[in-house]
């Protein structure tokens, strides 16, 4: 019980703060930004240039298909974002409360310092799930509007279970960064640097392929790479087989890797039961190890 109401309380602190919900999302506003003003335009223009080389075409249905998929592949990323820098505002949480002295207050009580972690993060875990949820939704009625496609219960079912994934690792990691953290001013410069990189880090300010093939190594072996490509091969599945009608499978299956929809290594495709498990395993790894760091810290350190 005491534990529950943690989680409310972290829920209602960080849902009374404007500021927090506003800078937790200033990755989200920045990407879609981009994707509006420049790169959006820039992926479409490649998607219809690539398709003039299969035969007679209708350039019209090719643009708009095209466009179609590459807003399902941003939102994709978008959603993926959203897991992180929400989850790390949410357990930012802890260091306020450590640099107000509030965590003092926590550990005198008789609850294991351990069970105080896992407070933190299933209030992160929850506002996450809910953030990635409404952005979903809204995405797609704005979609829909724009003369998308509508995703199915099928998709939608299975977005669902990548985002409690998704939001289920990142908000270890982000538990994991504040064991570290002991000021309030520390920890938004640690925000500020990720929100910057989670876009680079999912491969979404440039495509897989656009990168040299040892910063795709190194992105391969980041949770943020494969929660994304897995997000991204549910929302474009259908897209996929509409643009790229009449197409040859390998390109694209070459399509799909470039864009970081499809991960390989060594010639071998990672598929998604894959990352699940490598996001699963890192997850529990950052609590476990974000448990013990705060259930032996003995005193409040600035």
């Known amino acids: ?96 409360d450590e640099a107000r002295n509030r965590l003092a207050s926590f550990f005198v009580a008789p609850v294991n310092r351990g069970l105080l972690a896992v407070g933190y993060m299933a209030a992160a875990v929850i506002v996450g799930i809910v953030m990635c949820v409404l952005t979903v939704i809204i995405s797609d009625v704005i979609l829909w509007a724009a003369g998308g496609s509508l995703l199915s219960v099928h998709q939608l079912t299975s977005i669902l279970l990548y985002i409690i994934i998704n939001v289920f690792t990142f908000s270890g990691l982000g538990l994991l960064l504040a064991a570290f953290i002991h000021t309030t001013s520390a920890f938004a410069g640690l925000s500020t640097i990720i929100g910057t990189l989670v876009g680079f880090l999912s491969a979404i300010y440039l495509p897989m392929g656009a990168l040299p093939e040892k910063v795709q190594a190194v992105l391969k072996s980041l949770p943020m790479l494969h929660g994304s490509a897995m997000m991204r091969e549910v929302f474009t599945r259908e897209a996929i087989k509409t643009t790229f009608t009449n197409c040859p499978e390998e390109f694209i299956e070459g399509y799909k890797e470039y864009m970081g929809i499809a991960l390989k290594w060594n010639d071998t495709t990672i598929n998604n039961s894959i990352s699940v498990a490598f996001l699963v395993i890192s997850g529990i790894v950052f609590i476990g190890i974000s448990a013990f760091i705060l259930n032996n810290k003995n005193s409040m350190k600035r």
């Open 1 to 96: 019980m005491r534990i529950m109401k943690l989680v409310k309380r972290n829920i209602l602190v960080y849902t009374r703060d404007r500021a927090n919900i506003f800078f937790s999302l200033l990755s989200v506003i920045i990407i879609i930004g981009l994707m509006v003003l420049f790169l959006g335009n820039m992926n479409i223009d490649n998607v219809v240039y690539m398709l003039q080389d299969f035969g007679e075409r209708d350039s019209i249905l090719d643009r708009e298909n095209a466009k179609n998929l590459i807003m399902l592949w941003s939102i994709a990323g978008i959603v993926v974002v959203n897991s992180v820098t929400v989850t790390l505002a949410m357990v930012g949480i802890m260091v306020e």
